[in-house]
């Protein structure tokens, strides 16, 4: 499994276009030893960013998803089909090591031209900019959260 550790800024072009980090690329390359290199960005349940995950991740939270699930309940059903919407396929350009972020995914975060590439292990999040720096918690509530989850 890779694992992306760091964060990174980056511009958008007109068409939505934006270099990944060549840390990051580097590392799925290594990792996953693949040539043509394919992203799953979905928009995140909690927070106003976007999750890419590696294909091969996006396998294996969709399946862990949908093993918890009964489709053939109408409740279940339904809620898998939002679930698997607002996400988009996504390969990596070798030459450039270009993504092309569709624009409405970029849209229900908000960005405007720039982005932050975040990693968070097993994923990467995206998101605007401007709303990078707003998602940190204060140190008291991290230690209480701490402590209540892992204490």
Known sequence: ??????????????????VVPAQFKGLVMKE???????????????????NMFTYQQW??????????LNLFRREDAEWFR?????????TLDQKVGRIIIP???LAKI???????????????EVWAKEN??????EDERFAALTEKLLG
């Open 103 to 105: 624009k409405q995914l």
């Open 59 to 68: 396998e294996i939270e969709s399946d862990n998803v949908r093993s918890r």
């Open 1 to 18: 499994m890779v694992k992306f550790v760091g964060e990174h800024e980056a511009k958008l072009d007109s068409k939505g276009r934006v």
């Open 82 to 90: 939002e679930y698997m919407m607002d996400r988009a396929l996504v």
């Open 132 to 137: 990078f720096g707003r998602i940190r918690m």
């Open 32 to 50: 996953l030893g693949v040539d043509e290199v394919s992203f799953v960005i979905k928009k995140d349940l909690h927070a106003n960013c976007l």
């Open 110 to 124: 908000g960005v405007d031209k720039e982005i932050v590439f975040y990693g968070t292990d097993f994923k990467i």
